[in-house]
């Protein structure tokens, strides 16, 4: 990976940077951009928003066109909620939701990417049963 590095006026510098490195520059912004978020959204989230973030969740891996992923996502979804439904603390449930979130722009993300290179055929659990 290159890296460029605006010195000035019309001056670069290119860094080659090995993969980790980039990875890990990677994960550092993504964690800035978590925090900020986070900071953001201090105050505890109502349950009404928690299950307009579930539904969004839902209705997001719906867009997928393959069927592993689309379920993949419907069930990790229901897990998480399911896992979080137990919280009491107020810091822990801002968390959660800001990470659920942050989770559901993934989601969309992926959902466009997937749809760019959908396969061109269903899968066999997506195929009309027809009795015997």
Known sequence: MIWAKNFGPNTYTYIVLPHFTFLLCRYILYLEGAMSALAASS?????????SLFRS???AA???PDYNIREYTKL???DAFRHNATLSDPNSISTAFAHG???LAVVKRQAVVYSLYAP???NVMEL???PF
Do not use: C, M
Not at 43 to 51: C, G, I
């Open 62 to 64: 719906r867009e997928f």
């Open 101 to 103: 979130k942050s989770q």
């Open 76 to 78: 990790r979804t229901t």
């Open 43 to 51: 105050a505890t989230p109502s349950a009404a928003q928690a299950l």
């Open 57 to 59: 969740l839902l209705r």
């Open 120 to 122: 061109p055929l269903r």
């Open 128 to 130: 009309q049963q027809t």
